[in-house]
DNA sequence: CGGAGGCTTGAAAAGTTTCAATCAATGTGG
DNA sequence: CCACATTGATTGAAACTTTTCAAGCCTCCG
């Protein structure tokens, strides 16, 4: 009986795209069956790295753009004076190595913040398919100016937010983005430790710990360790307005 | 025989992609002469936009993006409060509006900052060009990878870095970005207010003030007013790497 | 000339960082 | 299996940077 199911999956690594539950987070967007076929054809599925492997380093060759099917995958950049500056944190459905479309080299480096699962997609060929399908090219521009954008949003926060405000967008955001996969918004494992969140966000991880527990002391949140659950959503929304409240 | 020289410049607003002193700043990069020719169609050249003027705004229809070819532009978001936040500004030879791409709408407003000369490049026209011509979505796909690791860059300066290390960093880009045009790198005047370079960095302005005159006490700078003179471009340099000494 | 806006300066207040110490959780080796 | 080392998280108090508030100055322009 397990044969024929095997001969079927003689690619297993190959055939998902189209029923993978990422499709309509991912690339595939607006693509007919014809050119899902050509889009899992380049796609390497299914590689798996532990919590804390790179996905890939800073400074080495640019060769793919990573989805994240599961898991969760922190960049950052290695300064020259050695520092690390964590640049974003990535959850399953989004791409990863954008920002190195530029150059010949990946301008940051990906880990993996806990067992996490990938698609690869290795640019040069995704270059020649964005070229044949306009569909995908338009969609490959939306991507990166959603990643501008996005990065336009933590640039604000980061200079006009205090460290309350900075911390509720990032678990709302989290929460958001969980919930938009089968996932619980308002409980769940923080992915990241302490200090990539501090300095993701520009603060001490003294400061991001005492935020924690004013939160928690407030109601708005209970957290342990790097389980959180959101009491109170709208109140946290609030915190992350409460900049504009003051100057009305 | 003024008479033929009009006749081949029967479309003046049209004819120079080929010779603009930006082309390899700009788009054209790469391009053979027959491509130069099809970007050169789709292009409007020689808007010209005075101190103050809007080039675009926010959530108004997205339909252009436009590449500075003297002056200065700067673009802001709005946020729902109705405070506004700097988000870049752009000097000759670079592009406006990448970071508008994924959506129907302007994600900013453009403001010229002093008489600004632009050309447009209308979207559904460049998105038709960049299909046909795979060089130039490959330089797209660049330029836009590009202003995502600047804004990284930006998120980074505004996440760790102090009020001296911003304020040295920016007047060191605009040096740079001058000195890549014919332009004096160290002796300039500031296209924008004291206000707009504070909103711009997170700071208040009165902090900008503040680190002018200190940095004008150290001769590292001459200031008054907008005019700039920059005295010791290695100590500012220094400066903006202070944040690495300490740390070693 | 006078007003307006932008720029500068000072002093107090606020928020965050730094330093230091403690605690909890986890894993290692005897 | 328990003591011990290690790592990450938390808490407190002092120090520092930046902001805020307030006032004055300069300059450009009608």
Redesign the interface.
């Known amino acids: 009986m397990a044969q024929p199911i095997t001969l079927r999956q003689v690619s297993p690594l190959k055939a998902s795209c189209h029923q993978c539950s990422l499709s309509n987070l991912c690339l595939p967007l607006a693509l007919n069956e014809n050119e899902l076929d050509r889009l899992e054809d380049i796609v390497q599925q299914g590689r798996i790295f532990n919590r804390g492997e790179l996905v890939f380093e800073q400074s080495t060759p640019f060769r793919s753009c990573f989805a994240v099917r599961s898991g969760a995958i922190k960049t950052s950049?290695i300064?020259?004076?050695?520092?690390e500056?964590v640049?974003g944190f990535f959850m399953p459905g989004e791409l990863v190595g954008?920002?190195?479309?530029?150059?010949d080299a990946y301008?940051?480096s990906a880990k993996a913040l806990e067992r996490t699962s990938v698609c690869e997609l290795p640019v040069d060929r995704l270059?020649e398919l964005?070229?044949k399908i306009?569909e995908l090219?338009?969609h490959?521009?939306?991507?990166?100016?959603?990643?501008?954008?996005n990065?336009?949003q933590?640039?604000?926060l980061?200079?006009?937010n205090t460290a309350e405000e900075r911390i509720a967008a990032l678990l709302l955001s989290l929460s958001s983005r969980f919930g938009r996969r089968r996932m619980s918004p308002t409980q769940f494992s923080l992915p990241m430790a302490r200090n990539d969140i501090a300095n993701?966000?520009?603060l001490a991880v003294e400061t991001v710990s005492r935020v924690f527990t004013r939160f928690q002391n407030q109601g708005l949140i209970r957290a342990r360790g790097r389980e959180v659950e959101l009491l109170d959503i709208e109140a946290l929304q609030l915190v992350t307005?409460e900049?504009?409240?003051q100057?009305?």
Do not use: N, Y
């Not at 991507?143 to 501008?148: A, G, K, P, T, V």
């Open positions: 950049i300064t020259e004076s050695g520092e500056q640049t954008l920002d190195s479309m530029s150059s301008a940051c270059e964005t070229h306009p090219q338009h490959f521009f939306h991507l990166m100016s959603q990643e501008i954008q990065s336009h933590l640039a604000m980061l200079s006009k993701f966000l520009g307005r900049s504009s409240r100057r009305c």
